[in-house]
């Protein structure tokens, strides 16, 4: 059996057991949807935004692209954060980026030729890295200093979210979190938010019960 096969009956099999667990939830579903939390986290694989905040589907609203990067001038970004602000009315948005990421490994090393695209859309991460440049040459160790860097785009783009006149132009603008993801040991850490205790993991979804 090839694997999209097997995500197809993956896929049924957790029909039937959401059907049998509440057989009315495909039908509230359907009805629309009234997230309070905006997830813009990276594309790696190993973290997929609902399975590490244990939420379920129509909690969150999630986009996610290459090293969690928000610019303005970026049109696909920026509408998804339009619509949750504007259109949705979330309440939150949460900043998540992961350590050992890939992306951000790659906005210190040599660019590849390969990955023109890539190349382009990290860019600013780069850009990044050189105004850090001192603080990050001073950890010898390479992956520490991905870890580091992976830290400070977070604080980066929350910086810039919450400058961004989509944000700044709602009627009741939502809170701005950074977090981190620890693929070690499975948790979220706090950032930037006074009120978050750091070093606890605060899952979105019990954001969402508050």
Not at 114 to 135: C, D, K, M, S, Y
Request: aromatic share 6%; glycine share 6%; net charge neutral.
């Amino acid at each position: 059996m090839n694997y999209a096969k097997r995500l197809l009956l993956a896929n049924r099999a957790w029909s039937q057991e959401a059907r049998a667990r509440d057989p009315g939830f495909f039908e509230r579903l359907a009805q629309g949807q009234q997230p309070r939390v905006l997830w813009i986290g990276c594309s790696d694989s190993r973290v997929p935004a609902e399975r590490i905040t244990n939420a379920q589907p129509g909690e969150l609203f999630v986009h996610r692209n290459i090293a969690n990067l928000y610019t303005s001038d970026d049109g696909n970004t920026s509408s998804v954060v339009e619509y949750a602000v504007h259109a949705l009315g979330v309440e939150h948005i949460v900043i998540c980026g992961h350590h050992h990421c890939g992306g951000v490994r790659a906005a210190l090393s040599q660019p590849s030729d390969a990955l023109p695209v890539v190349n382009r859309r990290i860019a600013g991460l780069r850009q990044l890295a050189h105004r850090h440049q001192e603080a990050l040459s001073a950890i010898a160790d390479f992956e520490a200093r991905v870890d580091r860097l992976v830290e400070l785009n977070v604080i980066e783009q929350v910086k810039l979210l919450r400058e961004s006149p989509i944000v700044r132009s709602a009627p009741r603008p939502p809170t701005v979190h950074g977090w981190v993801f620890g693929l070690r040991e499975g948790l979220l850490t706090p950032l930037t938010d006074a009120e978050e205790a750091p070093h606890s993991c605060v899952p979105a979804a019990a954001i969402a019960e508050g």
